[in-house]
């Protein structure tokens, strides 16, 4: 069992930064695939980047490449978003999951565990 935490979510205007975090604790959860994915308001939750154990590869969403970059830290049971140059539509709630796979995995129904999720809202 794995348990997640994500955090660092807050208001920022269009053109900012913030950085999300998610905690992970529980048995092995340094050897999962690990990702953030997000959900506005009246809309599927969508994928946003992921991230294999090792750290060696990674994905993104196209609407969110060159602008985010997706990190961990195994020693520390941390993975991390860094979101910049943030724009209205990226506002949702954002949420990290980890996945009992190797490889990269960008599809809800291919992860296993969630965070609770962390309010992201940017204004214009």
């Known amino acids: 069992q794995v348990q997640l935490v994500d955090s660092g979510g807050g208001l920022v205007q269009a053109g900012g930064s913030l950085r999300l975090s998610c905690a992970a604790s529980?048995?092995?959860?340094?050897?999962?695939?690990m990702g953030w994915f997000r959900q506005a308001p009246g809309k599927e939750r969508e994928f946003v980047a992921a991230?294999?154990?090792?750290?060696?590869?990674?994905r993104y969403a196209d609407s969110v490449k060159g602008r985010f970059t997706i990190s961990r830290d195994n020693a520390k049971n941390m993975m991390y978003l860094q979101m910049n140059s943030l724009k209205p539509e990226d506002t949702g709630i954002y949420y990290c999951?980890?996945?009992?796979?190797?490889?990269?995995?960008?599809?809800?129904?291919?992860?296993?565990?969630w965070g609770q999720g962390t309010q992201v809202t940017v204004s214009s």
């Open positions: 991230i294999t154990w090792s750290g060696s590869g990674t």
């Open positions: 999951a980890a996945a009992r796979t190797l490889r990269i995995a960008s599809t809800p129904g291919e992860y296993d565990y």
């Open positions: 529980g048995r092995g959860s340094s050897q999962y695939t």
